[in-house]
């Protein structure tokens, strides 16, 4: 096959049009170019509302490739070659300490696939629940206000990301990444995200991608324990011995050498663990805000000319800037025809973010607009000082609200000129629990509201209509990043020796792909250490 890249066609045209732009770039007759494999695809927009997509194409051709390749002089075309599957060499002898895994998100899931795939028959700890029992723990506290503290939107199967958009974009360059897509894929995501530059999976499908995999692990010889939560470290001269769960009460003792923490952001306790226990442990910037949400037709129409176009679906968006003080204000996790959720997991505290349908097929965009929070802000040189903040600002939220998880909300325009609103405009909120209009500049911090008030304009300049008087803003958004990281060195451990801190939480990735990487790149590294 031939790779060919920077095929662009409109984005009406189907596989003919590929066929037959691909001839045109290899000069050949169009019967000669027989079939093509999708191996990446973007949009270009930038001549709205004439649209266009940018293809990178593996095609098959008659005749001799190379000759081919010499004849058509064409520098985006080259002889394909197949990425090499992530190869993990298995154990000789599975290992007589089983491995054991705290957290069932991202990261710990494809650890958890990795070591299981290589005979360690690893142990996962998950303190939430299964992902149906989760969904119904979270549709309890959207429809009657009852918190699970263990299970709802940042614990259980899945991790947080189970309820956002399912988005696997990343910056990372890391070649595990077309091996999760892979996994992804062959448990059920749509074929699309391998090739998608931006794919997601959707809120609605990703429950039953995870529980195959989940399915897989255990098929492995892996075992997940759901609704148990990892209680205590046992240490000797600082070199993990085992660990100590808590199982609806039952204490149980695991004889291990190697834990992976794959926690979670949110895993506020397992931070105060470590703490304890002397793990090195440093601040971490991270960032708060409010989600903003705008009629998705205003977005498509800023980002494609055209309040609908049906071979794109929604648009989004992704927008940043630098303010003369340093204060950085940035768009975060968009999800297009989406909705806010209530994210809290901890009572008296009031938590948003957003997730998206895989359709993206709702009336409202929406996007978490942040303002970075760095350690000079936290007030103190404590390691946990920024998960202090955090709470500050969701227990502020929370008062704001209602004191029962309603969500403080104010409308743009309002925000903008600093005067409280009363009631929505032509956006209806989505947060599922029911906002309280109010002046958002009592429950941020000031710098906070100030950076916002002078990132608006600039972003309206760069996506038109963002500053839409009636968008209406939600608060507030805190867990966008872990503000602990919890120190590692090469070989991937902990100063407290067995420990291996791993994902988001930990502080090494920033989302479901990246953590997932994590998880394998941790895997890695405990089976080397074991062998």
């Known amino acids: 096959m031939i790779e060919l890249r920077n095929l662009k066609i409109p984005?009406?045209?189907g596989s003919a049009e590929i066929l037959a732009a691909a001839a045109r770039r290899l000069k050949l007759p169009p019967e000669r170019v027989t079939g093509y494999r999708m191996?990446?695809?973007?949009?270009?927009?930038?001549?709205?509302?004439?649209?266009?997509f940018v293809l990178t194409v593996a095609v098959t051709v008659k005749g001799d490739e190379n000759a081919v390749l010499r004849r058509a002089k064409c520098p985006d075309a080259l002889l394909y070659v197949p990425p090499a599957p992530l190869t993990v060499p298995g154990?000789?002898?599975p290992p007589s300490k089983r491995p054991v895994i705290c957290g069932f998100g991202p990261a710990g899931i494809f650890a958890a696939l990795t070591l299981?795939?290589?005979?360690?028959?690893?142990?996962?700890l998950e303190r939430g629940c299964d992902a149906d029992a989760r969904v119904a723990a979270v549709e309890r506290f959207q429809s009657a206000r009852i918190l699970d503290p263990d299970s709802n939107i940042q614990f259980g199967e899945g991790g947080a990301g189970t309820f956002s958009d399912g988005k696997l974009t990343t910056n990372i360059h890391d070649p595990r990444c077309a091996h999760v897509l892979e996994v992804f894929a062959e448990a059920g995501a749509p074929e699309e995200i391998l090739w998608q530059a931006k794919p997601h999976i959707g809120t609605d499908l990703l429950p039953a991608v995870i529980k195959n995999i989940r399915a897989r692990i255990q098929r492995a010889g892996g075992e997940v324990r759901f609704q148990t939560r990892l209680s205590d470290l046992l240490l000797a001269d600082g070199t993990l011995r085992g660990v100590v769960a808590d199982a609806g009460g039952t204490r149980m003792e695991l004889e291990t050498d190697a834990l992976i923490l794959a926690a979670g952001h949110s895993a506020r306790d397992v931070f105060t663990l470590l703490y304890r226990y002397g793990a090195e442990l440093t601040q971490k910037p991270f960032s708060l805000g409010v989600r903003v949400e705008h009629p998705q037709r205003l977005?498509?129409?800023a980002q494609y000319g055209s309040p609908v176009v049906p071979a794109l679906g929604a648009a989004d968006y992704k927008l940043a800037c630098h303010l003369p003080d340093g204060r950085s204000v940035y768009t975060f996790c968009m999800c297009p025809g989406g909705e806010v959720v209530a994210a809290a997991s901890e009572a008296g505290g009031v938590v948003t973010n957003g997730m998206s349908r895989f359709a993206r097929d709702g009336e409202n965009a929406n996007s978490a607009?942040?303002?970075?929070?760095?350690?000079?802000?936290?007030?103190?040189?404590?390691?946990?000082?920024?998960?202090?903040v955090q709470k500050c600002y969701e227990e502020a939220a929370y008062a704001a609200g209602g004191r029962n998880f309603t969500a403080p909300a104010q409308l743009l325009g309002d925000f903008l000129q600093g005067v409280p609103s009363s009631a929505a405009g032509s956006v209806l909120p989505t947060y599922p629990l029911g906002v309280r209009f109010c002046d958002l500049a009592s429950v941020l911090p000031a710098f906070a509201t100030r950076a916002m008030r002078e990132a608006v304009p600039?972003?309206?300049?760069r996506l038109r209509g963002f500053a839409l008087p009636d968008a209406v803003l939600t608060g507030v958004e805190t867990r966008s990043s872990s503000p602990v990281r919890i120190v590692r060195g090469?070989?991937?451990?902990?100063n407290l020796r067995g420990v291996f801190p791993c994902g988001e939480g930990a502080g090494y990735a920033g989302g479901i792909l990246s953590a997932a990487v994590d998880g394998i790149r941790v895997a890695q590294a405990v089976l080397q250490a074991t062998a």
């Open 11 to 13: 984005v009406i045209g």
């Open 39 to 52: 191996l990446k695809r973007s949009v270009d927009a930038r001549k709205k509302p004439a649209l266009f």
């Open 91 to 93: 154990l000789r002898t």
């Open 116 to 124: 299981a795939e290589a005979g360690a028959a690893p142990v996962v």
């Open 299 to 301: 977005i498509n129409t």
């Open 369 to 388: 607009l942040l303002v970075n929070v760095t350690p000079e802000d936290f007030g103190s040189d404590h390691p946990l000082a920024g998960v202090t």
């Open 458 to 461: 600039i972003f309206d300049a």
């Open 490 to 494: 090469e070989d991937l451990q902990s």
